[in-house]
Antibody
Framework: IQLVQSGPELKKPGETVRISCKASGYTFTNYGINWVKQAPGKGLKWMGWINTHTGEPTYAGDFKGRFAFSLETSASTAYLQINNLKNEDMTTYFC???????????????WGQGTSVTVSS | DIQMNQSPSSLSASLGDTITITCHASQNINVWLSWYQQKPGNILKLLIYKASNVHTGVPSRFSGSGSGTGFTFTISSLQPEDIATYYCQQGQSYPSTFGGGTKLEIK
């Protein structure tokens, strides 16, 4: 099982970035994909997730508006798009597979390697 | 949002030691807690799920316990490859939240 993310990005403020997360080694539509942000030298912050079976995204409060999760199911790939980039978006983003272990409880059992986004004019 | 308070924020120990990290949830989360390891280079791995269950392939020196609001994570017989930052996470209530992390160093 692998999640492989796209490479580092350098963007200007106000631009759009799209990060990909390609899954392999399992049936893509059986497990959701979560997105997690990690500011430089800081901890992890859950951004939300996308149901790979229905395509329905769920966003954490701080990530409603400029952020969009999407899928290309035929390619077993999930995407994170960030519109109107701001300085505070300059950080590393991780995708992770969501696996349920009872009821609505889940853990993130496999992770991508992270994608660094630099925002600079 | 459920706050996850993790301590200590950093820890220095010797090879062969046993170390313990604690995570306190601001609300009852039953056993819906996971522990993760982040090594230099950003590699993140699930170690423990549902408070005390060891993920596939994880060495038996890693363990977890607790329920409700108080949880502990233990590494027995510390190895050089255990140098990393460790995070707890509650994964049942929206939004999911992580502890602040514990950076483990070798003395």
């Amino acid at each position: 099982i692998q999640l492989v993310q796209s490479g580092p990005e350098l963007k200007k403020p106000g631009e759009t970035v799209r990060i990909s997360c390609k899954a392999s080694g399992y049936t893509f539509t059986n497990y959701g994909i979560n997105w997690v942000k990690q500011a430089p030298g800081k901890g992890l912050k859950w951004m939300g997730w996308i149901n790979t079976h229905t395509g329905e995204p769920t966003y954490a409060g701080d990530f409603k508006g400029r952020f969009a999760f999407s899928l290309e199911t035929s390619a077993s790939t999930a995407y994170l798009q960030i519109n109107n980039l701001k300085n505070e978006d300059m950080t590393t983003y991780f995708c992770a597979r969501r696996n349920y272990y009872g009821g609505s409880y889940y853990a993130l059992d496999y992770w991508g390697q992270g994608t660094s986004v630099t925002v600079s004019s | 949002d459920i706050q996850m308070n993790q301590s200590p924020s950093s820890l220095s120990a010797s090879l062969g030691d046993t170390i313990t990290i604690t995570c306190h949830a601001s609300q009852n989360i039953n056993v819906w807690l996971s522990w993760y390891q982040q090594k230099p280079g950003n590699i993140l791995k699930l170690l423990i799920y549902k408070a005390s269950n060891v993920h596939t392939g994880v060495p038996s020196r890693f363990s977890g316990s607790g329920s409700g609001t108080g949880f502990t994570f233990t590494i027995s017989s510390l190895q050089p490859e255990d140098i990393a930052t460790y995070y707890c996470q509650q994964g049942q209530s929206y939004p999911s939240t992580f502890g602040g992390g514990t950076k483990l160093e070798i003395k």
